[in-house]
């Protein structure tokens, strides 16, 4: 068995995850400090990609991102390349569709955190860093944990977006989504079955972690 | 020394308050939603006014002419919320330890005791906030804001999760850190008694604004208006005006009854005025009783229409014999439960009230807080509350 398709996966997977995790954590603390009604809109806008078919997502991408653009001359300008049709492509792909996942659960856990705890903290000198690190994540971990996991089988599985902006080009921009595709077209079943089995299993178990996690309310300390 | 004079308007709210302060217990009194948590988040820098100026000590906290407007880490501060605000995923020693910095660990490790030993926490260093009781949570809290040796500490509600022995308990803990820290401790409450029993100084809040401020004394038997005199539970409250004035005696009609209330040379005839006479300053006077001389003004006939005992003391309810009021009764009366006893009141049909001339407090009738309608005016949450309804409100 050819095992490129499935290690670009996992590689796009994970980078593209890191960078969810990092932009999303950067967003929600953001967002949480924002009033209800301007954190409802960075809500929508955050959250958007899952109402919207990844075709038409990956084809304003590849509107945006197409030779010669201003983003493509700037992309190109820091990264020396452009990005459509490359394997980073498939990374942003993946980080949009996964983004609203990982949004989504985090959010809530952030808001979730008793105001006077950060009342508290900010009258016993903590910065708002500070105040992030010792009070909010540990509160809300849980629901980051969950979200990053979410985040993470959402990415493994991302398929329209990346057809879109990435393509499918063999051992190169070919995830293991894609290569089923192609599989199924070609009639090759039994490498069809194997490697669905595989993301059909690992989107499972990662899915469940995240619901498990997100879904047990008492803390230790709580009990 | 603390001087407060912010403004901050909300949406449907207007805070304007104003007080100063040179002593060391600072009792923020007023009913729920007067504005006094906020004019602690205020000095706490928690909430930003919209003008004025803070100052604590000899130090400026916000100045709107300068722009100045320290941030709260910087203002040290020591804040107890009202549901005291422990981490729930620090233990008890943890919470305590939390604002303390630039210390190495033994530092810390020795304060940390200190604190858990003037505050018997002792053996709970390594429990949860969950697990402790409302009196732990509560000194837990005041041990991590006094830790950060704090230049005032301000205290919300900080009785009013607790069951009354406890309470007992915290306001011993509160006199003795009054003695250990030489900083000025603001509280808010709006329990009446702890106002009273606490304060040094007490400033009356409602509706956002400060409707006095001062020794409690003072503002008990000298309130400036009835908003105040009803907040300090001064339960006999009329309005009325002066009738005449002979050897010097100022006597007020009520329409309901005249009473006498001593020389005022401020007053004229005609002049409209507020007073109050609190409960258990209106004497009760048994009809077998002989008179002494001179107890002949300020005497009212009447009957005892309601009794409720509140352990220690009994409050009555008096009807005036000729009363013109549709209310039920006239006057509270509270007696110390031995004196009531004593009377046995019950074999009497008629009593007489005395109201003495140097218990009436006069105030000007026409305060903003008189022209309010009445369903506006807010209990001060007791929930009794025997404003007088019509004998003041002709």
Not at chain 1, 85 to 114: N, R
Not at chain 1, 201 to 217: H, N, P, V
Not at chain 2, 197 to 225: C, T, W
Request: charged residues 20%; contains cysteine; glycine residues 8%.
């Amino acid at each position: 068995m050819n095992l490129t398709p499935l290690l670009l996966t996992l590689k796009v997977s994970i980078i593209s995850t890191a960078l969810v995790f990092i932009l999303g954590l950067l967003l929600v603390e953001a967002a949480s400090r924002l009033a209800l009604r301007t954190r409802n809109v960075v809500r929508l806008i955050a959250t958007l990609p899952l109402a919207l078919p990844p075709t038409v997502l990956g084809y304003y991408l590849l509107v945006v991102f197409a030779r010669g653009t201003v983003i493509d001359k700037v992309f190109k300008a820091l990264f020396g390349t452009s990005l459509i049709f490359t394997w980073p492509a498939a990374v942003v792909a993946s980080m949009i569709a996964a983004f609203p996942l990982f949004f989504m659960t985090a959010m809530p856990a952030f808001e979730g955190i008793d105001k006077s705890l950060i009342n508290a903290a900010k009258t016993l000198g903590k910065t708002n860093w500070q105040i992030f690190r010792q009070v909010k994540l540990p509160l809300a971990w849980r629901g980051i944990a969950s979200g990053t996991l979410l985040a993470f089988a959402r990415a493994l599985g991302e398929f329209g977006i990346t057809l879109m902006i990435a393509g499918n080009i063999p051992g190169k921009t070919q995830t293991a989504p894609l290569a089923i595709y192609d599989f199924v077209v070609s009639g090759n079943r039994s490498a069809a079955n194997s490697l669905a089995a595989i993301l059909a299993l690992a989107g499972f178990i990662f899915l469940f972690l995240g619901i498990w996690l997100s879904q047990r309310r008492r803390y230790k300390f709580q009990r | 020394m603390i001087k407060v004079d912010i403004q901050k308007v909300f949406p449907k709210f207007k805070l304007q308050a104003k007080f100063t302060a040179d002593c060391k217990m600072i009792v923020i009194f007023g009913p729920s939603g007067a504005g006094k948590s906020l004019t602690l988040q205020a000095l706490a820098g928690l909430i930003k006014p919209d003008a004025g100026r803070i100052r604590v000590g000899d130090q400026t906290f916000f100045d709107s002419e300068t722009g100045l407007n320290q941030p709260p880490r910087q203002r040290r501060i020591g804040y107890v919320l009202q549901e005291y605000a422990l981490f729930p995923h620090l233990t008890v020693a943890e919470n305590i330890a939390f604002g303390l910095k630039g210390l190495t660990r033994w530092a810390k490790r020795s304060k940390v005791d200190e604190m858990l030993k003037l505050m018997r926490l002792q053996g709970l260093e390594d429990i949860y906030p969950a697990k402790i009781s409302g009196g732990q949570k509560q000194r837990t809290a005041l041990a991590r804001a006094l830790i950060i040796e704090p230049k005032a500490l301000l205290l919300d509600e900080p009785f009013s999760a607790l069951d009354s022995a406890v309470r007992e308990k915290l306001r011993l803990d509160l006199s003795q850190i009054k003695q250990q820290y030489d900083i000025p401790i603001i509280m808010v409450t709006h329990n009446l008694e702890e106002a009273y029993q606490l304060a040094e100084q007490m400033v009356i809040i409602d509706e956002g604004r400060v409707l006095q401020s001062g020794k409690s004394s003072d503002i008990f038997y000298h309130p400036i208006n009835r908003t105040v005199a009803r907040f300090v539970g001064a339960k006999n409250i009329f309005t009325g005006y002066v009738f005449k004035i002979t050897n010097g005696d100022t006597v007020i009609d009520t329409g309901g009854f005249k009473t006498t209330i001593g020389t005022r040379s401020e007053l004229s005839v005609g002049d409209k005025v507020g007073f109050c006479i609190r409960p258990e300053d209106v004497m009760v006077i048994r009809p077998d009783k002989v008179l002494g001389f001179g107890v002949k003004k300020n005497l009212f006939p009447g009957r005892i229409v309601g009794t409720s005992h509140r352990g220690d003391s009994c409050l009555l309810q008096f009807k005036l014999e000729k009363s013109v009021s549709n209310r039920d009764f006239d006057f509270t009366i509270k007696l110390p439960a031995h004196a009531y006893q004593r009377l046995e009141l019950h074999k009497y049909p008629t009593v007489t009230v005395s109201l003495k001339k140097q218990a009436i407090h006069v105030f000007g009738a026409d305060t903003t807080a008189d022209n309010r309608p009445l369903t506006a005016v807010k209990g001060t949450g007791s929930g009794n509350d025997s404003r007088p309804r019509t004998v003041d409100r002709r």
